[in-house]
């Protein structure tokens, strides 16, 4: 069965009150409409999805460009009939489209659908013998919503026979608790046949999808519904209240997946974890760490509280202690971490190293089995396997103009409060006295002294109190 999707994503959301298209903001780590598109993956390929963008087409479009899916822009904006019908000529066959062909509506900024419930609305209407089946759900207060008006069986499994608009109801209808989600599954052929017999509102001028479930009907076709329980499932982001809402839910299910597939978080209520991150089993998680982007750990490792990890792959049996950030970098299985250590900008930790507390790695590989323990900036470096950093070291690697690198080889020793002023590089087995600034090259087995000689001067303290008195 071919199904065919159609998500709509070309709306402004003035009740957002911002300058970004609504379906940009984020909730969980991932833009409104990357949810949705997550969701749709599972019923079809991307090559079979299309998003319609309007405002701000092009930052939609290029977010959206990796995952592979169509676009199809409505200029100007006119009502989300009209919306479908610029995908006509991307979807539309000369040759006539199948009756078991689908197409499924969807929406850029109802990021909590689940793909579960996109599958049940695939069966519902493959099975039914309907032209269409759309979702429904109940409210306690509906306002704002268009509702649905089924036959006597009821609001599950139920004949549609009208939807109306909020702005068009009487009171009557207005006190009907069945909503319309907007989320429609078409036979893709009899959508395209009548889709053209939409009449655009007389008050707004815009074509509406709604008008479809009338229409269908009056050619004696049935459309049906299918009830959600969970009105949760369904919402639709149209401030930023409802957008903290999402964000709550989606990592309250994230949080939830993670415990079931074997990790352990103390205090879930207190962790940021967004939608793409993944953790191996027997992995702790301590309270308010924060994990973002595309973050990957491994099994038993342990991310200490406080920890911020963004973007950073971590193996094995990693140990992050409390307090530590890092962004945009790889660890490597049994190393340890902090706390308050910050790793930044592509760095690489290999195996069994250990990064102690306020000390920060940029843009630097640090060798399997290397130290720095305490208090050190290690900037663009290259640093071999079994090295010992010691407190207070600096790579000088900015000259006001450039960035310059240091190589540290393998075994080298280089002692506290060392300045290497890049660009500099220190020999394999090589050791760098204390307090030494390093502006040569090292050969490898020598100890390198970089400092100016101690001078003491006996009675000196007395002499000065003397002229001062």
């Known amino acids: 069965m071919k199904t065919s999707v159609v998500i709509l994503a070309a709306g402004l959301g003035t009740r957002m009150r911002s300058k970004r298209a609504k379906v940009l903001h984020r909730a969980a780590g991932l ?27 092009a930052e939609v479009e290029a977010l959206l460009q990796p995952a592979g899916v169509k676009f199809v822009r409505q200029e100007p904006p006119r009502g989300t009939g009209h919306a479908l019908e610029c995908c006509r000529a991307s979807l539309e066959r000369p040759e006539g489209l199948l009756a078991e062909e689908l197409l499924m509506v969807l929406y850029g900024d109802t990021p909590l659908l689940s793909a579960a419930t996109l599958e049940r609305l695939r069966e519902e209407q493959a099975h039914s013998g309907a032209a269409a089946t759309l979702i429904t759900t109940a409210l306690d207060d509906p306002s704002g919503y268009g509702r649905v008006i089924v036959d006597a069986h009821g609001p599950v499994e139920a004949i549609v026979e009208d939807i109306i608009e909020d702005r068009d109801c009487d009171a009557e209808q207005r006190s009907i608790g069945i909503i319309n989600s907007g989320i429609y599954c078409f036979r893709a052929d009899l959508l395209w046949h009548h889709l053209g017999e939409v009449q655009p509102n007389p008050v707004s001028g815009e074509y509406y999808l709604t008008d479809m479930a009338r229409i269908l009907t009056a050619h004696g076709h049935a459309v049906r519904a299918l009830h959600i329980e969970d009105p949760a499932e369904l919402l639709g982001i149209n401030t930023r209240v409802e957008l903290a809402d999402a964000d709550r839910i989606l990592r309250q299910r994230k949080t ?90 592509g760095v690489h930790a290999e195996a069994d190293t250990r990064i102690g507390n306020f000390v920060e790695l940029k843009n630097t590989r640090l060798g399997a089995g290397s130290k720095s323990q305490h208090l050190a900036y290690l900037g663009d470096a290259e640093i071999g396997a079994r090295s010992n950093i010691g407190a207070g070291t600096i790579t000088c690697n900015y000259d006001g103009a450039r960035k310059h690198g240091t190589t540290i080889g393998d075994g080298a020793f280089v002692g506290s409060n060392s300045t290497l002023v890049a660009p500099v590089e220190i020999g394999a087995d090589s050791y760098i006295a204390a307090g030494s600034v390093i502006t040569e090259e090292v050969p490898p087995g020598a100890l390198a002294l970089g400092r100016g000689r101690q001078v003491n001067k006996p009675g000196w303290v007395a002499k000065r109190r003397k002229k001062k008195s």
Request: with cysteine; proline share 4%; aromatic share 4%.
């Open 256 to 345: 939830r997946e993670l415990m079931l597939s074997g990790v352990t978080i103390e205090r879930p209520e207190t962790v940021c974890i967004d939608a793409s991150v993944s953790a191996g089993a027997d992995t702790v998680i301590e309270p308010f760490t924060r994990l973002l982007g595309r973050t990957r750990i491994g099994e038993d490792c342990r991310i200490g509280a406080g920890a911020i990890l963004e973007n950073t792959e971590l193996a094995d049996r990693v140990i992050i202690r409390p307090y530590t950030v890092i962004a945009d970098s790889r660890i490597d299985a049994g190393a340890q971490i902090g706390p308050f250590a910050r790793l930044r900008m």
């Open 31 to 57: 833009a409104l409409v990357e949810h949705v598109v997550g969701a749709a993956r599972s019923l079809t390929a991307p090559e079979n999805m299309i998003v319609v963008t309007g405002y701000q087409a």
